[in-house]
């Protein structure tokens, strides 16, 4: 088949929040919405998304928290527990796809190094012919240049690529670059998007 689907990882592939692994470290609400606030927030985090190393990253956080340097190594240690269950019925079609002969990748901003150990855990991973990772390639969405790698390595693009992703401004990237592109919302809908697509 010559459509092939490309699929986000955090909150379209798996549930991904902070909050799932600091809870389990910080069991004062006040005190876990400010860490989240303020010292692992988002925003910090999507720096090694766009390519800055932990090894930068981690140094200059707890200079800044001297006295949070436990729960700043685990964010490093454990990530993999912010990406702490698969979605639920995604992984369902992902195996469909596959079993049609669908062609599959993935496009996600996710850190090169906090991938890697991520992607050893998820079997799920071995049935993608490419994931193009932002941290890898530093280069995040939605700039067009990350799309343009998939198009290349998929040797695909427009509309032969069908995208699912949760941000609506990584959707409108791609749908600039004429890809059949779809705000991921639950898998019930991915399912209706990709029959009307001929995919399923």
């Not at 240690?77 to 269950?85: I, K, L, M």
């Amino acid at each position: 088949m010559d459509k092939a689907v490309v699929f986000d990882v955090g909150r379209v592939l798996f549930h991904w929040q902070l909050r799932a692994l600091f809870e389990k470290l910080i069991e004062d609400r006040e005190e876990l919405d400010w860490f989240l606030a303020n010292v692992v927030t988002e925003e910090w985090h999507f720096q090694h998304d766009r390519g800055v190393p932990l090894a930068q990253m981690l140094p200059e956080r707890l200079a800044k928290y001297p006295d949070q340097a436990l729960r700043i190594a685990a964010y490093a240690a454990r990530f993999n527990e912010t990406c702490y269950a698969p979605m639920e019925g995604v992984h369902e079609l992902v195996g469909r796809l596959h079993g049609r002969g669908v062609p599959l990748f993935c496009l996600t901003n996710y850190g090169d190094e906090l991938f890697a150990q991520f992607r050893a855990s998820e079997p799920i991973f071995d049935l993608f012919e490419d994931i193009i990772v932002s941290g890898t390639e530093r280069i995040a969405k939605p700039d067009p240049r990350i799309y343009e790698i998939v198009e290349k390595r998929s040797g695909r693009d427009g509309a032969a690529l069908f995208f699912t992703d949760d941000n609506p401004t990584n959707v409108e990237a791609a749908k600039a670059r004429d890809w059949d592109a779809h705000l991921f919302t639950n898998a019930g809908a991915l399912e209706a998007q990709l029959t009307a697509a001929g995919l399923l």
